[in-house]
Protein backbone atom coordinates (compact mmCIF):
# COMPACT_ATOMS: atom_id res chain seq x y z
CA UNK A 1 0.00 0.00 0.00
CA UNK A 2 1.34 3.56 -1.22
CA UNK A 3 1.46 5.77 1.33
CA UNK A 4 2.70 9.46 1.93
CA UNK A 5 1.55 10.10 -1.87
CA UNK A 6 0.88 13.90 -0.84
CA UNK A 7 4.36 14.62 0.98
CA UNK A 8 5.38 17.89 0.48
CA UNK A 9 2.39 18.93 -0.90
CA UNK A 10 0.14 22.41 0.26
CA UNK A 11 -3.44 22.10 -0.61
CA UNK A 12 -6.46 24.12 -1.04
CA UNK A 13 -9.79 22.33 -0.52
CA UNK A 14 -13.17 24.28 -0.54
CA UNK A 15 -16.00 23.17 1.15
CA UNK A 16 -14.42 21.52 3.85
CA UNK A 17 -16.52 21.50 6.30
CA UNK A 18 -18.92 18.56 5.76
CA UNK A 19 -19.41 15.70 3.15
CA UNK A 20 -16.73 15.54 0.10
CA UNK A 21 -14.65 18.70 1.10
CA UNK A 22 -14.24 17.53 4.34
CA UNK A 23 -13.20 13.30 3.24
CA UNK A 24 -10.48 14.82 0.98
CA UNK A 25 -9.03 17.31 3.96
CA UNK A 26 -8.87 14.12 5.97
CA UNK A 27 -7.11 11.86 2.92
CA UNK A 28 -4.89 14.98 1.78
CA UNK A 29 -4.02 14.71 5.46
CA UNK A 30 -3.06 11.33 5.73
CA UNK A 31 -1.25 11.02 3.07
CA UNK A 32 1.31 13.69 4.02
CA UNK A 33 -0.42 16.83 2.60
CA UNK A 34 -0.76 20.14 4.30
CA UNK A 35 -3.78 21.55 3.81
CA UNK A 36 -6.17 24.59 4.41
CA UNK A 37 -9.43 23.33 5.07
CA UNK A 38 -12.20 26.26 4.03
CA UNK A 39 -15.77 27.21 4.29
CA UNK A 40 -18.02 29.60 5.15
CA UNK A 41 -20.15 27.46 7.78
CA UNK A 42 -17.61 27.24 10.40
CA UNK A 43 -17.33 23.77 10.54
CA UNK A 44 -14.39 23.26 8.97
CA UNK A 45 -13.07 24.50 12.76
CA UNK A 46 -14.03 20.64 13.61
CA UNK A 47 -10.88 19.67 11.51
CA UNK A 48 -8.41 21.39 13.64
CA UNK A 49 -8.18 17.49 15.07
CA UNK A 50 -6.30 16.39 12.66
CA UNK A 51 -3.16 18.19 13.56
CA UNK A 52 -0.70 20.91 12.28
CA UNK A 53 -0.85 19.96 8.79
CA UNK A 54 -4.56 21.53 8.77
CA UNK A 55 -5.16 24.89 8.81
CA UNK A 56 -9.23 25.48 9.01
CA UNK A 57 -10.13 28.99 7.29
CA UNK A 58 -14.04 30.40 7.20
CA UNK A 59 -14.30 31.81 3.82
CA UNK A 60 -17.00 32.66 1.68
CA UNK A 61 -15.50 31.44 -2.08
CA UNK A 62 -18.24 33.56 -4.05
CA UNK A 63 -16.36 36.90 -2.57
CA UNK A 64 -13.00 37.34 -4.67
CA UNK A 65 -11.28 39.31 -1.58
CA UNK A 66 -11.91 36.59 0.94
CA UNK A 67 -10.66 33.17 -2.33
CA UNK A 68 -7.52 35.58 -2.26
CA UNK A 69 -7.25 35.51 1.41
CA UNK A 70 -7.79 31.78 1.87
CA UNK A 71 -4.99 31.12 -1.01
CA UNK A 72 -2.85 33.02 0.81
CA UNK A 73 -3.14 31.55 3.74
CA UNK A 74 -1.52 28.85 2.20
CA UNK A 75 1.40 30.47 1.35
CA UNK A 76 2.29 32.31 4.26
CA UNK A 77 1.18 29.32 6.70
CA UNK A 78 3.19 26.83 4.34
CA UNK A 79 5.17 28.09 1.98
CA UNK A 80 3.19 27.36 -1.63
CA UNK A 81 0.25 26.18 -3.14
CA UNK A 82 0.29 22.52 -5.16
CA UNK A 83 -3.06 21.37 -4.77
CA UNK A 84 -6.48 23.30 -5.37
CA UNK A 85 -9.69 21.39 -4.74
CA UNK A 86 -12.60 23.32 -5.51
CA UNK A 87 -15.22 21.37 -4.15
CA UNK A 88 -17.73 23.75 -2.35
CA UNK A 89 -21.48 23.59 -3.94
CA UNK A 90 -25.14 23.62 -2.77
CA UNK A 91 -27.63 21.94 -4.67
CA UNK A 92 -30.19 25.19 -4.95
CA UNK A 93 -33.94 25.68 -5.14
CA UNK A 94 -36.19 22.85 -7.42
CA UNK A 95 -38.30 24.58 -9.55
CA UNK A 96 -39.19 23.78 -13.65
CA UNK A 97 -37.32 26.32 -16.03
CA UNK A 98 -39.65 28.47 -16.76
CA UNK A 99 -40.94 29.19 -13.06
CA UNK A 100 -36.92 29.38 -11.40
CA UNK A 101 -36.66 32.43 -9.44
CA UNK A 102 -33.86 34.50 -10.96
CA UNK A 103 -32.57 35.15 -7.13
CA UNK A 104 -31.89 31.40 -6.72
CA UNK A 105 -30.45 31.07 -10.17
CA UNK A 106 -27.90 33.62 -9.04
CA UNK A 107 -27.34 32.10 -6.11
CA UNK A 108 -26.61 28.59 -7.29
CA UNK A 109 -24.45 29.97 -10.12
CA UNK A 110 -22.23 31.73 -7.97
CA UNK A 111 -21.73 29.17 -5.53
CA UNK A 112 -21.46 26.14 -7.61
CA UNK A 113 -19.22 28.22 -10.87
CA UNK A 114 -18.48 31.44 -9.93
CA UNK A 115 -16.45 30.48 -6.34
CA UNK A 116 -14.54 27.42 -8.78
CA UNK A 117 -13.76 30.55 -11.46
CA UNK A 118 -11.99 32.50 -8.87
CA UNK A 119 -10.34 29.90 -6.88
CA UNK A 120 -8.55 28.93 -10.25
CA UNK A 121 -7.95 32.80 -11.17
CA UNK A 122 -6.61 33.62 -8.32
CA UNK A 123 -5.37 30.12 -7.28
CA UNK A 124 -3.19 29.76 -10.80
CA UNK A 125 -0.48 32.34 -10.07
CA UNK A 126 0.21 31.35 -6.86
CA UNK A 127 0.61 27.18 -8.43
CA UNK A 128 2.88 28.43 -10.82
CA UNK A 129 4.54 30.59 -8.51
CA UNK A 130 5.18 26.43 -6.77
CA UNK A 131 6.05 24.92 -9.84
CA UNK A 132 2.90 24.11 -10.79
CA UNK A 133 0.78 21.06 -10.06
CA UNK A 134 -3.10 19.87 -9.91
CA UNK A 135 -6.71 21.57 -9.63
CA UNK A 136 -9.18 19.47 -9.16
CA UNK A 137 -12.91 20.93 -9.64
CA UNK A 138 -15.71 19.01 -8.28
CA UNK A 139 -18.29 19.00 -10.79
CA UNK A 140 -21.25 16.46 -10.99
CA UNK A 141 -23.02 13.33 -12.66
CA UNK A 142 -25.59 16.65 -13.77
CA UNK A 143 -23.15 18.23 -16.20
CA UNK A 144 -23.93 15.11 -18.90
CA UNK A 145 -27.74 13.94 -17.73
CA UNK A 146 -30.96 16.32 -17.19
CA UNK A 147 -32.06 16.49 -14.03
CA UNK A 148 -35.74 17.99 -14.20
CA UNK A 149 -36.46 20.72 -11.53
CA UNK A 150 -32.23 21.25 -11.21
CA UNK A 151 -31.51 23.60 -14.63
CA UNK A 152 -29.21 26.09 -12.51
CA UNK A 153 -27.16 23.15 -10.67
CA UNK A 154 -27.19 21.11 -14.18
CA UNK A 155 -25.89 24.62 -16.15
CA UNK A 156 -23.61 25.48 -13.19
CA UNK A 157 -21.83 21.80 -12.91
CA UNK A 158 -21.81 21.87 -16.66
CA UNK A 159 -20.07 24.57 -17.47
CA UNK A 160 -17.51 23.89 -14.45
CA UNK A 161 -16.33 20.89 -16.86
CA UNK A 162 -16.17 22.92 -19.74
CA UNK A 163 -13.95 25.62 -17.32
CA UNK A 164 -11.83 22.53 -16.37
CA UNK A 165 -11.10 21.64 -19.99
CA UNK A 166 -10.33 25.25 -21.08
CA UNK A 167 -7.81 25.55 -18.06
CA UNK A 168 -5.84 22.18 -18.61
CA UNK A 169 -4.88 23.13 -22.17
CA UNK A 170 -3.75 26.68 -21.16
CA UNK A 171 -1.42 25.46 -18.40
CA UNK A 172 -0.73 22.16 -19.57
CA UNK A 173 3.05 23.43 -20.54
CA UNK A 174 3.55 25.26 -17.46
CA UNK A 175 3.00 22.42 -15.44
CA UNK A 176 -0.47 22.35 -14.13
CA UNK A 177 -3.01 19.71 -14.57
CA UNK A 178 -6.69 20.32 -14.38
CA UNK A 179 -9.15 17.65 -14.36
CA UNK A 180 -12.95 17.42 -13.00
CA UNK A 181 -14.65 14.68 -11.24
CA UNK A 182 -18.46 14.07 -11.70
CA UNK A 183 -19.96 12.18 -8.98
CA UNK A 184 -23.22 10.52 -8.66
CA UNK A 185 -25.44 11.15 -5.57
CA UNK A 186 -23.05 11.03 -2.83
CA UNK A 187 -24.37 10.12 1.17
CA UNK A 188 -24.45 14.18 2.05
CA UNK A 189 -26.20 16.42 3.49
CA UNK A 190 -26.99 17.69 0.00
CA UNK A 191 -28.40 14.18 -1.07
CA UNK A 192 -30.16 13.83 2.20
CA UNK A 193 -32.08 17.14 1.52
CA UNK A 194 -33.07 15.79 -1.69
CA UNK A 195 -37.23 14.69 -2.04
CA UNK A 196 -37.29 10.60 -0.94
CA UNK A 197 -38.42 10.09 -4.74
CA UNK A 198 -35.47 11.58 -6.41
CA UNK A 199 -33.27 9.54 -3.92
CA UNK A 200 -35.18 5.86 -4.84
CA UNK A 201 -35.34 7.40 -8.57
CA UNK A 202 -31.79 7.90 -8.43
CA UNK A 203 -31.30 4.41 -6.65
CA UNK A 204 -33.12 2.70 -8.79
CA UNK A 205 -31.15 3.87 -11.90
CA UNK A 206 -27.91 2.86 -10.62
CA UNK A 207 -26.73 -0.51 -11.70
CA UNK A 208 -24.62 -0.60 -8.11
CA UNK A 209 -27.99 0.03 -6.62
CA UNK A 210 -26.97 2.64 -4.10
CA UNK A 211 -25.06 5.92 -3.68
CA UNK A 212 -21.58 6.88 -3.15
CA UNK A 213 -19.46 7.37 -0.09
CA UNK A 214 -17.37 10.48 0.66
CA UNK A 215 -14.16 8.33 0.77
CA UNK A 216 -14.66 6.79 -2.82
CA UNK A 217 -14.84 10.91 -4.42
CA UNK A 218 -11.89 12.02 -1.88
CA UNK A 219 -9.75 8.75 -3.23
CA UNK A 220 -10.55 10.39 -7.02
CA UNK A 221 -9.28 13.46 -5.56
CA UNK A 222 -6.21 11.88 -3.86
CA UNK A 223 -4.75 10.08 -6.95
CA UNK A 224 -5.51 13.50 -8.93
CA UNK A 225 -3.62 15.35 -6.78
CA UNK A 226 -0.42 12.83 -6.72
CA UNK A 227 2.46 12.57 -9.15
CA UNK A 228 0.64 9.13 -10.38
CA UNK A 229 -1.74 11.13 -12.59
CA UNK A 230 1.60 13.04 -13.96
CA UNK A 231 -0.01 12.65 -17.74
CA UNK A 232 -3.80 13.15 -16.78
CA UNK A 233 -5.08 16.61 -17.56
CA UNK A 234 -8.14 18.36 -19.11
CA UNK A 235 -10.36 15.55 -18.63
CA UNK A 236 -13.65 14.32 -16.66
CA UNK A 237 -13.88 11.37 -14.50
CA UNK A 238 -17.32 10.24 -13.32
CA UNK A 239 -17.94 8.50 -10.12
CA UNK A 240 -21.45 7.22 -10.46
CA UNK A 241 -22.03 3.69 -10.00
CA UNK A 242 -22.91 3.47 -13.98
CA UNK A 243 -25.63 5.58 -13.58
CA UNK A 244 -24.74 7.32 -16.83
CA UNK A 245 -23.53 4.27 -18.62
CA UNK A 246 -27.12 2.94 -18.86
Partial sequence: MITGRLEGKV???????????????????????????????GKQNELAELGANCLPFQADVCESTQVQAMLAAAVSRFGALHVLCNNAG?????????????????????????????????????????????IINISSMAANVAFP?????????????????????????????????LPGTVRTSMAESLPPEYMKAIIDANPVKRIAEPSEIASLALFLASDEASFITGTEVTVDGGYTAV
Fill in 90 to 134: IEGHMALTGDYPEEEWDCVLSVNLRAVFLGMRHGIPLILDSGGGS
Fill in 11 to 41: AVVTGAGCGIGRAIVECFVAEGARVVAADVS
Fill in 149 to 181: KMSAYCAAKGAVKQLTKTAAVEYAAQGIRANAI
